[in-house]
């Protein structure tokens, strides 16, 4: 055997060690690796089952603010509509009663000889309020 031939084997042999070394670091870490999944799988599933009972607890929430707010919009649709409703109903009615109101008692005072009281001074009978020879 030649030296080139010893030293072929040689590097062959040592090549094979070294594949071996890894594949049995290789086998070590997978094993680790496995192992830290099922850590992650034994921990992550009660926790996503909560996160899930969690959710369903919001959504039920969340639906029950929006029958809140739908019931306020129409509460709030119906006042409107009824607050809408008396103004037509009472408004016009209201004023003309009151200028009937106003018509009437202007008249009265017509009648019955007395000035219209615009709340001026000219408006008022004499001796009411400050006498014209007194000084304030």
Sequence with gaps: ??????ALTLVAVLLAAALVIVTVSLLRTLRSLRLVIDDL???AGPLLEDLRGDARKASRGLDRVDDLVGAAESVTRRVDGASKAAYVTFASPVVKVLAVGHGVSR????????????????????GAGSSPGRKA
């Design 1 to 6: 055997m030649t030296w080139a031939a010893v």
């Design 41 to 43: 799988n034994r921990e």
């Design 107 to 126: 008249v009265s005072r017509k009648l019955r000889g007395r000035p219209e009281a615009n709340g001026t001074k000219e408006d008022r009978p004499r």
